[in-house]
């Protein structure tokens, strides 16, 4: 059963993501992180819709720059 959207923003949220202001149009939300500005995940849909494996893959990409950066960072 694949996850829903309201899980993938937790997610992006707990990694320290944020919504960017006045990006994204109608159900787009674009999510921001000031250690990767490069990756910016675009999230589409309500919290109730089931995630698309795009956007799955697309929150996991992104958390994972942001645990890389941290490691980067710390030594």
């Given at each position: 059963?694949?996850?829903?959207?309201?899980?993938?923003?937790?997610?992006?949220?707990?990694?320290?993501?944020?919504?960017l202001?006045?990006?994204?149009?109608g159900?787009?939300?674009?999510w921001?992180?000031?250690?990767?500005?490069?990756?910016?995940?675009?999230?589409?849909?309500?919290?109730?819709?089931?995630?698309?494996?795009y956007q799955?893959?697309?929150?996991?990409?992104?958390?994972?720059?942001?645990?890389a950066?941290?490691?980067?960072?710390?030594e």
């Amino acid at each position: 059963m694949p996850r829903k959207i309201r899980q993938l923003l937790a997610e992006l949220r707990r990694a320290g993501f944020a919504p960017l202001p006045r990006r994204g149009k109608g159900s787009h939300t674009v999510w921001g992180h000031p250690l990767v500005p490069a990756v910016q995940p675009t999230i589409a849909g309500r919290d109730g819709d089931d995630a698309k494996p795009y956007q799955e893959r697309e929150v996991r990409t992104a958390v994972a720059a942001v645990e890389a950066a941290r490691a980067a960072e710390s030594e």
